[in-house]
């Protein structure tokens, strides 16, 4: 009660300050700023960052509506943020990101996220795109873009993120937008490489112990970009599946597909393509609260391989539009029992009544419990209102960040919780990639470890004050309690056969190993894998939406193609 007096006192005093500002809003987010960039690239374009703005709110921190730390409390923006738990030792936490320069942001903590030691990893020789992901073993894997855009490298740390060792090569050419996983025994990477995925994989037999790479799989017809790769249950460290959409250009509709690799590490390759799910969210579709960088349906997976009710569910979740360019977007999930074959309809994870945008979304598994848990930005709370609902006087383009969970294989979705604590708005962070064009989740004995890029400056810790450059910040989301609110949607359900298909390139080789300091362990949580077929999935009953008016959209001018980032 005292925040929102507080906030709606601030509202009155801000009304004196926004109408000049407003304008100003409008004009640096006009159409013409858009940038036009060919097919089947977008992570690893960078533009520069735009100037500072004045902003609509006074410079003052404002309350803090939930109980966030600030992780990274940096100078400069942090955003495109993946943060890890170590499952070996779950008080030890690993935050990564692009920021400033051309390296990795890094941050660590070995108390449960109450302090954090921060620096940056690759540093000088990283361009962007760091995604991470830890194993049983207690190996961190980074996969990122090299600073000259024509690598994908691997980093290792057997530290607790600590440190990291050299990088090892997985790819080279026109590349874009990496993405790692692990299985029981496997790391896998997959890329875009000239407009088409590839991947490869790894054994990996212990803590430090792992390679050589297998050669670089082609998979069939994969023209896309701006998927992710997922590691389920099976011999030779497991069976992998990867997403993507297509087309990568324009602001949709688009087609999310996949394809299975059954065997894994074994001989056989990624079998024909599987379309998965429509959406009307294009590769760069502008809504307001990204109307500089744009947004793509970031379609994410896990496989689960915990042996628990749903063991070898596919969980697929993405970003659709519910009439083309109304800005109204919607996080999505859909689910496969079958390795990916046949798929149910989309079920809604964002359970707000409003028309405003959600977007990148990016889904964890908790392997203990086999809970399957989403995070994505916000703007249902976006009315206009300066204070209590934004950060100027426009509606829906000030976002929050907010997370569910669903422990019925995804039928149904805890009730949404603002992660945040107040709104964020990109434009004021002045930031090339406004949010970025991803958040990297993890799951972990019953809690979402959820960060975020952020400058509501709630606490006053942002060094550079308050709705300017973003820092990341943290707080996690309890993976249990609330009564589930089914919001499944209709929809016709795509089937299709997988046929294994792969053809090779040179392999290079990689052995890595990482300078060692004290982390605190703690007896590893072992994780089943077997590979019984779960029953149906029970359906929900659906909620109806009223149906939203479509907003007005302009056309953007064509722009030369920015150069990456140097």
């Not at 005292?2 to 640096?28: D, E, G, K, M, Y």
């Not at 409390?73 to 990101?97: H, I, K």
């Not at 379609?299 to 659709?320: E, K, S």
């Not at 952020?454 to 707080?475: E, K, M, R, S, V």
Request: negative net charge; aromatic residues 8%.
């Amino acid at each position: 009660m005292t925040t929102r007096l507080h906030l709606t006192t601030l509202a009155a005093v801000f009304a004196l300050f926004t109408p000049a500002t407003s304008i100003l809003h409008a004009q640096v987010h006009r159409a013409t700023d858009r940038m036009d960039v060919p097919d089947g690239t977008r992570k690893c374009i960078f533009p520069q960052e735009r100037a500072p703005r004045p902003t609509d709110l006074l410079l003052v921190p404002l309350a803090c509506l939930e109980p966030v730390v600030n992780v990274s409390a940096t100078t400069g923006n942090q955003a495109e943020s993946f943060v890890n738990v170590n499952p070996t030792n779950p008080n030890n936490l690993v935050a990564t990101s692009n920021t400033n320069s051309n390296s990795i942001f890094r941050a660590y903590s070995t108390d449960a996220g109450a302090t954090w030691t921060r620096g940056t990893i690759a540093t000088n020789v990283a361009c962007c795109d760091g995604q991470a992901a830890w194993d049983s073993f207690g190996n961190l894997f980074l996969v990122y873009i090299n600073a000259s855009v024509n690598q994908i490298n691997v980093i290792l740390s057997t530290d607790g993120g600590a440190t990291f060792g050299a990088p090892v090569t997985a790819g080279t050419g026109s590349v874009d937008q990496p993405s790692i996983a692990v299985g029981n025994g496997s790391v896998w990477v997959d890329w875009n490489s000239s407009g088409s995925m590839v991947a490869r994989g790894a054994p990996v037999t212990g803590l430090g112990a792992w390679g050589p790479f297998n050669a670089q799989q082609t998979i069939p017809s994969a023209s896309g970009s701006f998927g992710g790769i997922a590691v389920g249950p099976g011999p030779n460290g497991g069976k992998v599946i990867v997403t993507y959409q297509s087309p990568t250009g324009g602001q949709g509709p688009a087609t999310i597909y996949a394809n299975v690799d059954a065997d894994g590490l074994g001989a056989g390759g990624f079998g024909s393509r599987i379309t998965v799910s429509s959406t009307n969210v294009g590769g760069f579709d502008f809504i307001p609260a990204q109307n500089g960088r744009s947004i793509d349906a970031e379609a994410g997976l896990v496989w689960d391989a915990t042996g628990g009710p749903f063991n070898n569910r596919i969980y697929l979740v993405y970003t659709d539009e519910t009439v083309n360019e109304n800005n109204d977007t919607d996080i999505e999930m859909r689910t496969s029992t079958d390795d990916g074959a046949t798929w149910t309809a989309p079920v809604r994870v964002n359970d707000d009544a409003t028309t405003n945008s959600q977007f990148l979304p990016y889904v964890a598994l908790d392997p203990t419990t086999g809970t399957v848990a989403v995070g994505f930005h916000d703007c249902r709370n976006d009315n206009g209102v300066p204070g209590p609902g934004g950060t100027n006087t426009i509606p829906n383009d000030d976002a929050e960040y907010y997370g569910t969970f669903s422990t019925d294989g995804g039928a149904t979705w805890a009730p949404n919780r603002r992660l945040s604590g107040g709104f964020s708005n990109a434009a004021d962070a002045a930031n090339g990639i406004d949010f970025g064009d991803y958040v990297g989740l993890s799951a972990f004995a019953g809690k979402l470890y959820a960060m975020w890029a952020d400058n509501a400056n709630c606490d006053g810790t942002n060094p550079n004050g308050t709705l300017h450059q973003f820092d990341l910040y943290a707080n996690p989301l309890i993976l249990t309690g609330g009564t589930p609110s089914p919001t499944p949607t209709a929809s016709t359900t795509p089937t299709a056969t997988a046929t294994a298909t792969a053809t090779a390139t040179a392999t290079p080789t990689a052995t890595v190993t990482a300078t060692a300091t004290a982390t605190p362990t703690a007896t590893p949580t072992p994780t089943a894998t077997a590979t019984a077929t779960p029953t149906a999935t029970p359906t929900a009953t659906a909620t109806p939406r009223p149906t939203p008016t479509p907003r007005p959209h302009t056309t953007p001018r064509p722009r030369p193609t920015p150069p990456p980032r140097p």
